[in-house]
């Protein structure tokens, strides 16, 4: 028996949350690590999982009139400095191609690190009149930035993202695309991710380089530690201006438009790991699960057992994505511990005992409940089953954020929140960068956002600096 | 009215070949030049051709049992050399990131031509017995060959494509899988691109560098060159020895695996455009057509005529991409050239005298036939016209092949064959590589494959040296 088909052990997150998730994401066969330094393999379970995630994300943007395109892998370095503070966010971490087809190139060309720029500058040769807005292109591709320390799906040298890059005629339209797309991406990571987030808009410290607001969804994993899951960036006219993205307007005047951008990337997948994963492994969402179901045949050699389940396989295989496991090198017990480790939502059992009753066992990953279901009510139950895990994964998962959640109402109290109970603290902010900076200081908590839901902190205060303050936000340590 | 939105003219194909490519490609809004020299920016009407491409090719992988994964874009410079046909193929052409996240980096990474190596880096390490295999791995992406001449979805610095890489314990399996993934690119390319194509073997000279064999399809383009649409390759045991890819045997000896890699790529866009194309623009098969049927009101300010026009849209859009345009900035006359310049393959009109009379009209893109149609029919006839055009645009295509193709028996009847009539010529070849060249150098002729259908060439020599000669082979000046 190979290495890599032996169930092993899986560190427990208790014992080490960091060695946990490493163990989970390469022995579910997720990830592996690649000979090129900080890239990460996305092998097949990993994959299928990303692809039912984008399927859905693709149908909601193309339900708001948005069309996927594709622009270059590469940009001249002259067209990454034309916006300052982009540039200034960027440069240090891009992969530069100096050389090409033989020759050393007479300027450097980066590997995107997210494509605004060359994006932009097709889009000014586009845009002739209003009658053409507003424009609405996503492309989903790769883009590399070289981080020094990398983690399989969290924080990756390259990654896989869609990026959508919309041009309006005001500023107000740009603004509504922006919360439109970030509703997008609460409503999957809730519907489908299973993961609720908290909506809001992010400090001006941790906004997109180059953006006029960057808005996010803000997701809490198993250990206290938010993960940052999307985020939707309204640029303002910050990038038609360095960019020359001008139209002839209603009033036939000459004026810029105004521009939004907007992403999530593989690193869902890590959210999805660690929001609902346990000391077993993953817990798939049922409506993203790669394997919604697996039927196993136990006593299989004896006659009947295999016809049965190959019958119940195919019922429940019209409309889920059903598969058997009749593989006779490996146990029933083995296969058991495989499939709950992946976190495949639903077991069938099917054995002799079983037919004979005209039945199966349903056993659910998420509570483990065993469920007899007689054979011909299998497809309308496993449509129930399907449902009830759904809903009862995402609830965990906001029970959990809601108990990690603590409020402060002075630094002392958010320090013991964070020591006693990690996760995410809210506090009334001031607004100023300065206190920001001293409560990440302090703590190693940033400032996730300003939540658009200012409800729950009664001090009007300042958690830092004491001074009135209006805004309630979000502090967590953070991936 | 914005430049890009007027019906522009398009260079007729007699006129200048090249320059109708040109003209349709980009007045269509299929594609666009990038400021980066040699790349294209795929816009959305072309993309969404590639999505429905795409679709098929990855519903076809999968029944045989293919699973999608991501390897990384950057692949070290040692990878590359391991192979040594392979990477004097691919090394002239690959652009190389030589810095990155500041510093100089102490091996140079080239940006993946194809992923042969990187991805045989993998399978090394996850390959133990016999029991794992086959490996059946495909993916996405997007490739870099620094070419200097480049032609939008032709010949392009940058291409988007899929490459399989399949790991097997025979030689047979291996050869077996090769020739399975061959079938299903000509099945794709005639029942879904209407494009008829040539199966066959390439050779020596062509082969892909380091395969054992390399087969292809070809088509036959309205000019009478060919374009390579497809290859599969049985690479033997060249990279598994190159990679160390070794498992235990049934036998309990390790041994070396066979393996196998086999792409499509954007290039098939350009195979739809000058397979179908004719001087009024694109003609899309309706089975890959972005946009299916479009619904053009006439006189649609009069009472009740966009309501019509609605209705019939939604009707037919439950099962097929039908789009109605009511821009009444545009006259209908208008809309009639733009979206027969776009390829659409059925127009639908509806107006107050066709309301009267309970009726549409359909026009068909490949005919130019009209059909009256009475409203309450137009989902079931419609069906109809889509089976109809698909399969008139095939069987043209297929006329054409065949009226392009001749046969030569020595040398003068090729250069005349070619001069009047160019095209595919058939011709026995004794399998020797001087003769090749010679014919390359002669007439400019590439042989493009040795058919699996070894049929129509009476002659016992070889066209070029007159020795004896088994082999048909196929020659064209190609793209």
Same mark, same amino acid.
């Not at 009510?377 to 309308?380: H, I, K, L, N, W």
């Not at 108990?403 to 409020?407: A, H, I």
């Given at each position: 028996?190979?290495?890599?088909n032996?169930v092993?052990?899986?560190?427990?997150? #208790?014992?080490?949350?960091?060695?946990?998730y490493?163990?989970?994401v390469?022995?579910? +066969? $997720?990830?592996?690590?690649s000979?090129?330094?900080?890239? =990460?393999?996305i092998r097949a379970y990993?994959? &299928?999982?990303?692809e039912?995630?984008?399927?859905v994300?693709?149908?909601?943007? *193309?339900k708001?009139?948005?069309?996927?395109c594709?622009?270059? $892998?590469l940009?001249?370095?002259?067209?990454?400095?034309?916006?300052?503070?982009?540039?200034?966010g960027f440069?240090?971490?891009?992969?530069?191609?100096t050389e090409a087809?033989?020759?050393?190139?007479? %300027? /450097?060309?980066c590997?995107?690190?997210?494509?605004e720029?060359?994006i932009?500058? =097709?889009y000014?040769?586009?845009?002739k009149s209003? /009658?053409d807005l507003?424009?609405l292109?996503? @492309?989903?591709?790769s883009?590399v930035?070289?981080e020094k320390?990398?983690?399989p799906?969290?924080?990756?040298?390259?990654?896989?993202?869609q990026e959508?890059h919309?041009v309006?005629?005001?500023f107000? %339209? &740009? @603004?509504?695309?922006t919360l439109e797309i $970030?509703d997008?991406?609460r409503r999957v990571c809730?519907?489908?991710?299973a993961?609720p987030?908290i909506v809001? %808009?992010?400090?001006?410290k941790?906004?997109f380089?180059g953006a006029?607001a960057?808005y996010?969804?803000?997701a809490?994993?198993h250990?206290?530690q938010a993960?940052?899951s999307?985020?939707?960036?309204?640029?303002g006219?910050?990038?038609t201006?360095?960019?020359?993205?001008?139209?002839?307007?209603r009033d036939n005047? #000459?004026?810029? !438009?105004y521009?939004?951008?907007?992403?999530v990337?593989t690193?869902l997948?890590g959210?999805?790991?660690m929001?609902?994963?346990?000391? *077993?492994g993953l817990? =798939?969402?049922?409506?993203?699960a790669p394997?919604q179901?697996?039927?196993i045949p136990?006593a @299989?050699h004896?006659?009947?057992v295999?016809?049965?389940a190959k019958?119940l396989t195919?019922a429940?295989a019209?409309?889920?994505?059903?598969?058997?496991?009749d593989n006779?090198?490996?146990t029933?017990?083995w *296969?058991f511990n495989?499939y709950?480790?992946?976190?495949?939502?639903v077991?069938i059992?099917?054995g002799p *005992?079983?037919i #004979?009753?005209? @039945?199966?066992?349903f056993?659910?990953?998420d509570t483990?409940?065993?469920?007899?279901? &007689?054979?011909e009510?299998?497809?309308?139950k496993f !449509?129930e089953v399907?449902?009830?895990i759904?809903?009862?994964?995402? +609830?965990?998962a906001?029970?959990m954020l809601h108990?990690?959640?603590?409020?402060a109402?002075n630094m002392?109290?958010?320090e013991?929140?964070?020591?006693e109970?990690p996760?995410?603290?809210? !506090?009334?902010?001031?607004g100023? /960068?300065?206190c920001?900076?001293k409560?990440?200081? $302090?703590t190693?908590a940033t400032?996730r956002?300003v939540?658009?839901e +200012?409800e729950?902190?009664d001090?009007e205060?300042?958690v830092y600096c004491g001074?009135p303050a +209006?805004k309630? !936000?979000y502090?967590?340590?953070a991936y």
């Open positions: 028996m190979s290495k890599d032996q092993e052990a899986i560190t427990s997150m #208790e014992e080490d949350f960091s060695r946990w490493t163990d989970v390469t022995k579910t +066969q $997720l990830v592996d690590y000979p090129v330094k900080g890239f =990460m393999v990993g994959y &299928a999982l990303w039912n995630i984008q399927s994300f693709d149908k909601e943007f *193309k708001t009139g948005v069309q996927n594709y622009f270059p $892998l940009i001249p370095e002259s067209f990454l400095n034309k916006e300052k503070e982009h540039v200034e440069s240090p971490e891009v992969a530069w191609v087809g033989g020759k050393k190139l007479e %300027e /450097r060309l590997i995107r690190p997210t494509s720029t060359i932009c500058s =097709m000014s040769k586009w845009l209003y /009658r507003p424009f292109y996503n @492309q989903w591709c883009v930035r070289w320390t990398t983690r799906f969290l924080r990756t040298a390259e990654f896989l993202w959508g919309t309006h005629e005001t107000e %339209e &740009a @603004q509504n695309k $970030l997008i991406y809730e519907d489908f991710l993961m987030v809001g %808009e992010k400090s001006e941790e906004r380089a006029h960057t996010s969804i803000e809490l994993m250990d206290g993960l940052q999307g985020t939707s960036h309204n640029l006219d910050h990038f201006k360095a960019f020359d993205i001008k139209f002839l307007g005047t #000459e004026q810029y !438009a521009s939004t951008s907007w992403g990337s690193r997948i959210g999805i790991i929001v609902h994963g346990d000391n *077993k817990k =798939m969402p049922p409506k993203i394997i179901g697996v039927v136990i @299989q004896k006659e009947g295999i016809d049965a019958r195919q429940l019209v409309d889920y994505r059903v598969k058997l496991d006779d090198s490996y029933p017990g *296969k495989e709950e480790m992946k976190g495949v939502p077991r059992e099917i *005992k079983d #004979e009753k005209g @039945q199966c066992v056993v659910r990953r483990g409940e065993k469920i007899t279901v &007689a054979l009510e299998a497809v309308v !449509a399907m449902e009830a759904q809903s009862n994964m995402y +609830q965990s906001l029970k108990e990690k959640t603590g409020v109402n002392e109290e958010f013991k929140a964070l020591r109970n996760g995410f603290i809210k !506090a009334k902010w001031c100023c /960068r300065e920001e900076d409560i990440k200081e $302090l190693g400032l956002n939540p658009f +200012q729950g902190v001090s205060v300042c001074k +209006q309630i !936000a502090f967590a340590r």
